[in-house]
């Protein structure tokens, strides 16, 4: 998975996605659940990048459903954001993306997952100003990012000033 999930990043993205794919399907048919939630982050993510947002939707719930089982948390408020990203892509209404993308916050907080409750936050913020609603937005991203020290770098972090600085003017 980790492998299709490269290729797709570095822009061979059908190759990619199909790899990542059949990686974790073989993975699963032999019974490995350790970090499951994370190689299915990846196919996801991998097929919402080759512009295929039915099967990142698929490999999304059925990890969902499948963490549930086996108690595998650890990339598991991301699988809500990516469903939430797929459920956008094939244009679901805007209730259902939403609430995806919340419940990977409320799960990413549950966890005491700092960063994934600021990459949760900053998909809930991106979506409130998507859809008109700058002032939430900006109170939701706010409330995590101040939780962060400003001498603390990363791509999370760093996107999350980029939107809070775009909510600020």
């Known amino acids: 998975t980790t492998l299709g999930w490269s290729l797709a990043m570095q822009g061979r993205v059908e190759e990619g996605a199909a790899l990542a794919r059949r990686t974790l ?16 982050a990846m196919a996801a993510e991998a097929h919402l990048v080759a512009g295929q947002p039915h099967d990142a939707l698929a490999v999304a719930d059925e990890a969902i ?7 595998d948390l650890l990339c598991a408020p991301d699988l809500y954001l990516l469903r939430g990203r797929a459920l ?22 549950q966890l005491d997952a700092r960063v994934s409750t600021l990459r949760a936050a900053v998909s809930v913020a991106q979506f409130c100003l998507d859809t008109g609603r700058a002032p939430e937005a900006r109170a939701t991203l706010q409330e995590v990012y101040d939780g962060f020290d400003a ?16 909510l600020t003017g």
């Open 25 to 40: 399907d073989e993975s699963m048919a032999v019974g490995q659940r350790l970090h499951h939630s994370q190689l299915a």
């Open 88 to 109: 956008a892509g094939l244009g679901a209404d805007d209730a259902a993306v939403e609430q995806s993308y919340r419940e990977g916050l409320a799960l990413a907080q």
């Open 151 to 166: 001498r603390q770098s990363g791509a999370d972090l760093d996107e999350a000033r980029r939107l809070l600085k775009g």
């Open 65 to 71: 459903a499948a963490f549930h089982d086996y108690h």
